[in-house]
T-cell receptor, first 111, second 115 residues
């Protein structure tokens, strides 16, 4: 199916564990983004990527790592999960008219 | 960098009435202002956008106005319906030669349509 997908949709993990959230888009958009959404904070940018092998930090990058070896995939890794990283994570891609397309989100709980 | 303020954080309106959400931005170079709607359990979705070369744009019951001098823009929803209940985000970025990589979002407005 065309579009942007995220997996898993729900994840429960423990403090200190490594977790990877996957994001895949079928449009070949150059730009991709990771946001976290928390009550009272809206959407905060974690990392973004302008193209394959090009990534840059957003507003809240600490504790996260990204990679972009292929245009269509943009995984987000929490190297050692902390309770403060409990959140809903959204991946997005952007087309040439600057419209952002968001995935359905991953709800992550860190115990 | 750009900063976007959005008000109110929560808004309740009677079905059939109008709803207005307001945003201000800080960077006068910003020239693209989209609005996103997020329904429960879903990702945000673009509903309307405006560029700085126009002052108003309409799409059926939704309109957006832009005041570049005052650096604020607003979303207007008329004849509200139950399906308008959602969280709405405004955003700002810069297109063109000095295009921004990032888009800056407001903190969101939770709109409740009361029966």
């Amino acid at each position: 199916d065309a579009g942007i997908t995220q997996s898993p949709r729900y994840k429960i993990t423990e403090t200190g564990r490594q977790v990877t959230l996957m994001c895949h888009q079928t449009w070949s958009h150059s730009y991709m983004f990771w946001y976290r959404q928390d009550l009272g904070h809206g959407l905060r940018l974690i990392y973004y990527s302008a193209a394959a092998d090009i990534t840059d930090k957003g507003e809240v990058p600490d504790g996260y790592v990204v990679s972009r070896s292929k245009t269509e995939n943009f995984p987000l890794t929490l190297e050692s999960a902390t309770r403060s990283q409990t959140s809903v994570y959204f991946c997005a891609s952007r087309d040439s008219t600057d419209t952002q397309y968001f995935g359905p989100g991953t709800r992550l709980t860190v115990l | 960098g750009e900063n976007v303020e959005q008000h109110p954080s929560t808004l309740s309106v009677q079905e059939g009435d109008s709803a207005v959400i307001k945003c201000t931005y800080s960077d006068s170079a910003s020239n693209y202002f989209p609005w996103y709607k997020q329904e429960l359990g879903k990702g945000p979705q673009l509903i309307i956008d405006i560029r700085s070369n126009v002052g108003e744009k309409k799409d059926q019951r939704i309109a957006v106005t832009l005041n570049k001098t005052a650096k604020h823009f607003s979303l207007h929803i008329t004849e509200t319906q139950p399906e308008d209940s959602a969280v709405y985000f405004c955003a700002a970025s810069m297109e063109g030669t000095n295009r921004d990589d990032k888009i800056i979002f407001g903190k969101g407005t939770r709109l409740h349509i009361l029966p």
